[in-house]
């Protein structure tokens, strides 16, 4: 487990919002002004997040930028086309009267083109560096103690205001020992906040242990849980849960199904049927996991590489309820019961899985820490799956849930219908 993990985050599952395209404020013509405190429309939202199940509220970038919201321009001050400190605070206090923590989204890399300390960006003959070449995008300069001292007071000012996080926007594009500065700082003051870094690929659990991060983005099974369910592929998703059992010595990973970066997992896989399947690995497998709004409802959007392909997965939200089809009110109750599920089998936060039977298009693993297990059966086969539990090294098992909404009883053996699913306790 992570050396620095604080202890509340074994119990949270995050509902992840893109608050600009959540509140209509970016892309919009004109852009709202700041008496529309648009912010305080996810205060509306906040008791939707708890019928869910979650216990944590992660925001996208809410502070002053030009576009899109990772183009910051000051740190200190709520981008005006959401509000200003005063609707962040109401939030904040809305959030924590109902239990919810908040994790925000620190854009640390780069800033705007408008970014008021030049002092602080990184130069180059011809100007400033940038980010991945994206001419609006200046990188900041890393290697100045100014910039070290910069990010630690915005961290803790905004910790101070009620924050309980941050996610640190391109992290892996920041070296490991800007970060070990940093960190170590900001804990000495918040002791149980919690660092979450973006990282895409790499070693992840070199880069926690080297900067200090708490967790990282699991973009590893995030990207094997959608293409081995669309290859009828189990043995790529157990591969990626083997890698994930290692990091797990190390650090609990984010995981997830979607976020405000990629394409809607609904629209993602080929198979609708296959969506539950996706959504049964991320709430029975170890890690932080995180559900981005919209996502609990089947929402679809494809994320295209274009100017405004982002839009797509980032839609204005109205106000609560949103009408759903009934495949949607079917999906808002599943995330419901596994979010329900995890959450009384918090243990699943740092569990290992183990494949006991496995081939291209049947699963059947548990996922255990200690004398605590589940075994989970998932079956993309048109062919039904006998599941015997003697075999699997258990006598009877209570069936938890699953496809068809099976009762709960105890049994010695089951049967997983075609491109469906079992929770199974052992008992």
Do not use: C
């Not at 693993?365 to 015997?388: H, I, W």
């Amino acid at each position: 487990m992570s050396r620095t993990e604080p202890g509340w985050v074994q119990h949270v599952v995050w509902w992840h919002i893109y608050p600009l395209g959540f509140v209509g404020a970016h892309p919009a013509d004109p852009p709202p002004a700041p008496q529309e405190h648009r912010l305080r429309r996810v205060v509306d939202w906040l008791d939707h997040a708890v019928t869910l199940g979650a216990s944590g509220i992660a925001l996208g970038p809410i502070f002053a930028s030009r576009t899109h919201g990772y183009d910051t321009t000051d740190h200190y001050a709520i981008d005006p086309r959401l509000g200003d400190g005063d609707d962040f605070d109401a939030l904040v206090d809305e959030a924590h009267r109902r239990g919810l923590r908040v994790l925000l989204d620190g854009v640390f890399n780069h800033v705007g083109t408008d970014f008021g300390e030049k002092a602080f960006l990184r130069r180059r003959n011809d100007g400033f560096d940038t980010f991945e070449g994206h001419g609006e995008l200046i990188a900041l300069d890393h290697d100045n103690p100014a910039v070290v001292d910069y990010v630690v007071e915005v961290m803790t000012h905004w910790l101070e205001r009620g924050a309980d996080g941050w996610r640190l926007d391109a992290a892996y594009a920041v070296a490991d020992s800007f970060w070990a500065q940093v960190l170590p700082r900001v804990r000495e003051r918040f002791p149980d906040a919690y660092f979450l870094a973006e990282i895409i690929h790499g070693d992840y659990s070199a880069r926690v242990r080297a900067a200090g991060f708490d967790s990282a983005t699991q973009y590893e099974l995030w990207k094997a849980v959608w293409s081995g369910l669309n290859d009828g592929n189990f043995h790529e998703i157990d591969w990626a849960l083997l890698r994930h059992n290692d990091f797990l010595d190390t650090f609990v990973p984010m995981t997830f199904v979607g976020n405000h970066d990629v394409t809607r997992i609904a629209s993602r896989l080929d198979d609708v049927r296959h969506l539950e399947h996706a959504l049964v690995l991320l709430m029975t497998t170890g890690g932080t996991p995180s559900v981005y709004a919209g996502d609990e409802f089947a929402y679809r959007g494809v994320k295209e590489e274009r100017f405004g392909g982002d839009d797509a997965v980032r839609p204005e939200f109205g106000a609560p309820p949103v009408p759903v089809d009934p495949h949607g009110a079917d999906v808002f109750r599943l995330h419901q019961f596994l979010i329900g599920l995890r959450r009384r089998h918090p243990w699943l936060h740092t569990a290992r899985t183990t494949a006991l039977q496995l081939t291209n298009r049947q699963y059947v693993y548990r996922s255990a820490d200690g004398e605590q297990s589940l075994v989970v059966a998932l079956n993309l086969d048109d062919t039904a799956l006998p599941v015997d539990f003697a075999e699997l090294g258990f006598d009877r098992g209570e069936l938890l849930g699953g496809s068809g909404a099976p009762p709960a009883e105890t049994a010695h053996s089951a049967v997983v219908a075609p491109h469906g699913w079992l929770i199974i306790a052992p008992r």
